[in-house]
């Protein structure tokens, strides 16, 4: 037998194999996630004919993740975590997490904030906190739908509305309802606060209380789908870009000419005509919804490894804008990052696995706010919009002084990939 298969679980093994046990059932069939995943990577190897010996096994609590994070797991992919910072946001100083397999990414948000620090520090504003969800209806007219969108969009029914919503949570609380309408179908997009989780799964309990209400007085009103697209959830959307979703937040810098010139190696006129050029007028030419920046993605994507929260959701967290302005006579750089849709949360989902739980307290914003609840939240997106600013100035300095290609060369992995092949 293969090493970690005990005697024991040879029939069990088997079963998987043959079909007679389909592997999901292996926790309940069970009792013990460890021992099912144990089990059901070996039946994937025997089944596959490929082990996968990589990929690591020890060190996951298996029991953490059921139900939560991972259906069938066999293991994990580990991730290597950089720490960029200290970044001076609002007269406090974080260290960031990033988890990221780009060389060069961590070394120059690490600049950024060496830039920003020096200067003073950055500030934010969080703007709007508010997840939605958009269900689709089907009314037997035009007509009739018209007369839905009336009824939850008319003022003197929010409150009804806003009470039945917040039946299913502690949290959850109705913001506003907006609606969109095309032919017979109706697109309802809900927004609320949610505390501090992300929320999806909040904002869909209420939708489902409310529709359940509006079935009443609606009973022809026929339900597509909980999820109609016009939320918008991991899809770039002009409706998030204007509306905002999850956390909105602005955040901004002033960069003394003098730092720009020794920690940046360019100049604040570089950068501006830069940032015009490629983050404003190239965008646009290409066509960019809510993507007139440099890199906000790799940012975004690095913290949302690192502390839990959904990757997929970078599409719409990453929309962002990055404006860059000469001031104080043309001396100082002032810049900004303005991000409508930042979809974060510190209580659910992968926040809850041992070690992004730890990237979390690293920032201070482990786990719910017992005293405000939802500023641990809120503070985690007015981090990431820190940290996209640092990002940001960082690369655009790169790529005002040429120095882009030989940043990568020297910390990114071409040198070996290209000693290793000609080897």
């Known amino acids: 037998m293969h090493a970690g298969v005990e005697g024991g679980d040879e029939e069990i093994v088997a079963a998987v194999v043959s079909g007679a046990l389909p592997s999901h059932h292996l926790e309940s069939r069970l009792g013990d996630c460890r021992r099912a995943a144990r089990l059901r990577r070996e039946a994937l190897r025997r089944v596959s004919g490929r082990g996968v010996e990589g990929l690591p096994f020890d060190g996951m609590d298996y029991q953490a993740i059921l139900g939560q994070c991972c259906e069938m797991p066999v293991g994990y992919v580990q991730v290597p975590v950089g720490v960029a910072g200290p970044l001076l946001l609002d007269g406090r100083q974080y260290h960031v997490p990033m988890a990221t397999t780009e060389g060069c990414l961590v070394a120059s948000v690490n600049r950024g904030c060496r830039a920003i620090a020096a200067s003073g520090g950055a500030v934010s504003v969080l703007l709007r906190d508010a997840m939605s969800r958009a269900p689709v209806v089907k ?33 959850g609380r109705l913001q506003g309802i907006h609606c969109a309408l095309a032919g017979r179908n109706l697109y309802i997009r809900f927004t609320c606060s949610t505390g501090d989780a992300m929320g999806m799964n909040m904002v869909s309990k209420g939708v489902e209380n409310v ?31 204007i509306e905002g979703r999850g956390k909105s937040v602005v955040c901004e810098a002033t960069i003394k000419g ?166």
């Not at 009739?144 to 969009?153: G, M, P």
């Not at 739980?357 to 985690?380: I, Q």
Request: proline share 3%; net charge neutral; with cysteine.
């Open 139 to 171: 009314l037997p007219s035009a007509k009739r739908a018209a007369e839905l969108k009336s009824f939850v969009e008319a003022a003197a029914n929010f409150e009804t509305l806003a009470s039945v919503f917040k039946r299913s949570s502690r949290f």
């Open 211 to 241: 529709l359940g209400y509006l079935q009443n007085d609606f009973p022809d009103m026929d339900l597509i789908s909980l999820s109609g697209n016009y939320c918008s959830d991991k899809k770039p959307t002009a409706v998030n870009w």
């Open 258 to 423: 003098g730092v720009v010139q020794s920690v940046l190696k360019t100049t604040v006129q570089k950068l501006v005509e830069l940032n015009i050029i490629k983050n404003l007028t190239g965008s646009a030419v290409a066509g960019a919804l809510g993507g007139f920046n440099a890199h906000a993605s790799n940012i975004v994507t690095a913290l949302f490894i690192a502390t839990g929260q959904d990757p997929a959701q970078n599409v719409e967290s990453s929309q962002c804008i990055t404006m860059l302005e000469a001031v104080n006579d043309g001396d100082d750089l002032h810049i900004s990052v303005t991000m409508p849709s930042i979809e974060v949360g510190t209580i659910g989902g992968g926040t809850c696995l041992a070690s992004q739980a730890s990237c979390l307290n690293l920032l201070g914003v482990r786990g719910p706010n017992g005293d405000s609840p939802g500023a641990n939240a809120k503070l985690l997106a007015t981090i990431v919009a820190g940290s996209v600013l640092a990002g940001e100035l960082s690369l655009l300095g790169a790529l005002a002084a040429g120095q882009l290609v030989n940043s990568h060369l020297k910390y990114n992995r071409s040198n070996k990939d290209v000693a290793s092949a000609a080897s």
